[in-house]
Structure formats: structure tokens, C-alpha cells
């Protein structure tokens, strides 16, 4: 039996089971929802006969796969995928659709005037012959990240089933809320117990993503002048105007999401809100290099001086709190995780490709954690939206790659 036989069906299972995080919760998990897919998880786990998986009360899964080899000082390893979907877009009621020997023209979903063109996804243009998935049209598809979730479990199951694949201890990890940068709040990576790991949340097939953004939230706090509007001549200094001209002064030929790419770094506000008397403005700041980030920061400080320059009796405050930092950083420094995995990607038949990506993983912050962990393909594309596609041969070269890389760490020592 080949690796990965069994993914779709666990696709197809995990799609349906609604596990949107949220960022306005304070709760963690921020929905108590995560943890439906969680209890599956375990119960297949144990089903498989991994029998110290666990969900705690965090909503984090928590497993191992047990050695079956007699050669000593084998690192331990982990692979990691998160259960969340994004609040960007729906993800109650998902139905998957499959779309089989996909032959390269544009794909119509039944719902909402859908259409997913190759025009748009380039990356599409290499699936002829292969399974698509998409949704229907109504939601996202939640291939972010239950393609790593399926693609973990189905080399977790392969593994079990093949002791003539030799490894070493291997922990699998699931957790919520990485869609809201919380992913990792409540690991105890004493109870992980591993050296270093891998997330499952990437794109393309035989890509690894060895460098993310650094990130940091920004807050800006506004207080106007409140009058009664019938008599505010001379008197008022709307807060809700000041936060208005900020967000309309911030750079929009530069430095916004919508005309960077590559290397590029942005500022872009993600809500706004507030009174008369106060308001507030959130953003998110992202950049390849802190340096970056702190110029990004002044900047934003600039345009709310001058703006409040223009309301006498306004006053800011500036809030930015750091989220996470580029794992490249720490990646530099332990060459071999990268090394072990382009020679599984290799051995799974494929071309590997080192590449940064414009967003964090789980990864990003366990680097930092004492946990070096870059970022395996899953296949998924155009995530946080309705026109999200996996294809089913993408899938399953991601879980001959796991399979593979497990083989490796053994083989290596």
C-alpha cells in the first residue's frame, strides 16, 4: 500500500466539522468548537494504536508514534498541523466537491458565481489529470490546515502499519487558533518533548518555507473633543474623523497589502472603531527584517502627529505588541532540518524548492521557542477564501514526504 491512500477520506471528514477560531474570544481555544475535530483526532489516534494521544484542555493534541528501531540517540522529531479555520470567511456547512481529471480551464463552483481560474491560480496549470477539491461555493474549503491535519494523520496511520519503516520516536501535534496568532500560546514543549519539527501548512507541492514575515499588532488610541453636535462650531474634534484621515493618510501605493509581493512588507489596518470622544484603530505590521518593522512603526507614528496637528485638543497613543519573528533567524542555524527535509521531498519524487512565505506559522514561534521548525507543503491554495483548491495527488505526495522524512532522521542518526 502506497502512503497516503487513505487522505481523502479523511479530507473529506475533516472539512465537514466546523472549527473557525475567533479573534474577538478570549477564551482559549477562542471556540470550544476546535475540540469536535480534536476528540476525532485522538479517537483515530488511539484507533491506530497510538495510545498516549491525548486532547488537553487547551484544545492542543498532543501524540507519538512509538520507535521501532534498535539504534540509540535517534532525535525526536514532530509534525505539526493546526485545526482551526480562518475567520476571514464561512466555515460552517462546508461541502467539499471533487472535481477529478481536471484538464486546465477555469472551475465553476454552484454557488455565489465561484469561479476558479487558472488565469488567477496559476498554480492550477500544473494539476491536469489530478483531483481538485474545492467548496461549493458557500465557504471556504478549510484545506488550510486540514490538509496537514489529513496528510499527518494518513502518514501517522501508514507508519503504524509498516514497521519496516524504521524511526525514531515521532510526536504529532495539533492545535487551534493559529489563525489568530494564538497557536501556540499554551504548548509546553516539555511535554512535547521533541528536538525539531515540522509544520504542514504550506502551499505548493515540493515547497519548503524556511522564512516567514515578522510580525507585530499596532494599536493607535485617539481622544477628541465631544460637544453636542448641535453646538459644536469651533468646539468639536471628532474622533471618529481623526481615525478616519489616519487610515486614508496611510501609504497606498506602497506598503499595503494590495500592491506588495515578494520581499515587500506592509501596514495594514484591520479595524476600526469608536466614539465621538475616543476611537481606535488596529493594524498589523509585517516586514522580513525588524528593521523594518521598527520604520514601519515610526511611520505610523508620523501620520497620526500630523494628523492630530490638524484636530487641536486631539490626542494619540500608540500600542504595538510583538507576535512573531522570522524563523529564518534560528533556521540558519540548524542547517541539517532543512537538509533532511529537500532530500524527503527529493526521495517523494519531487523537486524540492527552499522559499519564504508572506504570513507566520505555528513554526515561526516554536523556532523561537527552542523548537527549529520550517514549513512543509500540504498542497492548499488560495486559503482564508471560497476559491480555496487542494488536489488530492498533492496530498498525497505530501504524506510519501512525511513518511519519507521520518525514514531519514532514523537513517541519519
Not at 470550544?32 to 484544545?59: F, P, R, S, W, Y
Not at 487610515?247 to 494590495?258: G, I, W
Not at 516586514?287 to 521598527?294: I, M, P, T, V, Y
Not at 527552542?370 to 498542497?379: I, K, R, V
Request: charge should be negative; aromatic fraction near 6%.
Amino acid at each position: 500500500m502506497e502512503p497516503g491512500t487513505d487522505v481523502l477520506e479523511r479530507f473529506l471528514r475533516y472539512v465537514k466539522i466546523d472549527t473557525q477560531s475567533d479573534p474577538a474570544s478570549e477564551a482559549y481555544p477562542s471556540t470550544e468548537k476546535q475540540k469536535n475535530l480534536g476528540t476525532i483526532l485522538v479517537q483515530e489516534l488511539l484507533d491506530m494504536g497510538i495510545h498516549d494521544a491525548t486532547l488537553n484542555e487547551h484544545g492542543i493534541v498532543y501524540a507519538t508514534i512509538p520507535h521501532n528501531t534498535d539504534k540509540g540517540n535517534i532525535p525526536v522529531v514532530f509534525f505539526c498541523a493546526h485545526m482551526d479555520t480562518s475567520p476571514d470567511y464561512s466555515g460552517t456547512d462546508v461541502h467539499p466537491m471533487l472535481h477529478p481529471d481536471y484538464q486546465g480551464g477555469p472551475i465553476l463552483l454552484p454557488h455565489n458565481s465561484i469561479i476558479i481560474d487558472p488565469t488567477d491560480h496559476p498554480d492550477l496549470k500544473h494539476q491536469k489529470g489530478n483531483t481538485i477539491i474545492t467548496s461549493d461555493g458557500r465557504t471556504l474549503l478549510g484545506a488550510d490546515n486540514k490538509a496537514g491535519v489529513a496528510e499527518i494523520m494518513a502518514a501517522a496511520a501508514y507508519l503504524m502499519k509498516h514497521p519496516e519503516v524504521k524511526h525514531g520516536k515521532i510526536r504529532l501535534l495539533f492545535t487551534p487558533d493559529e489563525e489568530i496568532g494564538r497557536g501556540v500560546d499554551k504548548l509546553d514543549t516539555n511535554l512535547l518533548a521533541a528536538d525539531f519539527g515540522y509544520t504542514v501548512d504550506g502551499e505548493t507541492r515540493g515547497h519548503l518555507e524556511a522564512e516567514t514575515f515578522s510580525a507585530d499588532a499596532a494599536s493607535i488610541h485617539f481622544k477628541g473633543v465631544p460637544s453636542h453636535p448641535g453646538f459644536a462650531k469651533g468646539k468639536m474634534q471628532n474622533a471618529v474623523k481623526i481615525a478616519s484621515d489616519f487610515v486614508a493618510a496611510l501609504p497606498k501605493h506602497m506598503l499595503s497589502p494590495e500592491t506588495t509581493d515578494g520581499m515587500e512588507g506592509f501596514v495594514h489596518p484591520t479595524q476600526i472603531s469608536g466614539t465621538m470622544e475616543a476611537s481606535k484603530v488596529e493594524l498589523i505590521l509585517r516586514d522580513f527584517n525588524e528593521s523594518g518593522l521598527k520604520q514601519q512603526a515610526i511611520l505610523i507614528e508620523q501620520i497620526a502627529h500630523d494628523v492630530c496637528k490638524l484636530y487641536p485638543g486631539s490626542s494619540w497613543q500608540l500600542h504595538v505588541k510583538e507576535q512573531y519573528r522570522n524563523m529564518k533567524t534560528i533556521l540558519d542555524q540548524h542547517p541539517h532540518v532543512l537538509g533532511l527535509a529537500t532530500e524527503a521531498i527529493r526521495r517523494a519524487g519531487m523537486n524540492p524548492e527552499i522559499s519564504s512565505v508572506r504570513g507566520g506559522t505555528d513554526g515561526s514561534r516554536m523556532s523561537f521557542m527552542g523548537l527549529p521548525c520550517p514549513n512543509l507543503f500540504a498542497g492548499e491554495h488560495a486559503f482564508h477564501s471560497p476559491y480555496e483548491w487542494v488536489s488530492l495527488e498533492d496530498m498525497q505526495l505530501a504524506v510519501k514526504t512525511i513518511v519519507h522524512l521520518s525514514a531519514l532522521v532514523e537513517e541519519r542518526g
